[in-house]
Nanobody
């Protein structure tokens, strides 16, 4: 059974950093595009970043470029999201998602598997 499990979230002060992890079971991550999304209270789900399953190219939401970095460790079957210089507006539930295919997309509807979500709270 395919399953994604996020970890690494929590409470951090503004300006701090967190590294989120997305571990997969039943899915060979190196073949799949994997994305991170987030949803703040009262807001729609927002694309954060994605990494290709074909060449590991990465794409980010324009507003997050330079602060967030997505990467993958194929040996461990884990995808990471390094978040630096966090701001209060980064507070949200963060989700990782995987596609059956390797092409990355920014649309959540293109993803086939989702983690349960994890709270990230940035205090100002």
């Amino acid at each position: 059974q395919e399953q994604l499990v996020e970890s690494g979230g929590g409470l951090v002060q503004a300006g701090g950093s967190l590294r989120l992890s997305c571990a997969a079971s039943g899915i060979v991550f190196r073949l799949n595009a994997v994305g991170w999304f987030r949803q703040a209270p009262g807001k729609e789900r927002q694309f954060v970043a994605t990494i290709s399953g074909t060449d590991s190219s990465t794409y980010y939401a324009d507003s997050l470029k330079g602060r967030f970095t997505i990467s993958r460790d194929n040996a461990k079957n884990i995808v990471y999201l390094q978040m630096n210089n966090l701001k209060s507006e980064d507070t949200a539930v963060y989700y990782c998602a995987a596609r059956r295919g390797g092409t990355p997309y920014s649309l959540g509807s293109q993803y086939d598997y989702w983690g349960q979500g994890m709270q990230v709270t940035v205090s100002s």
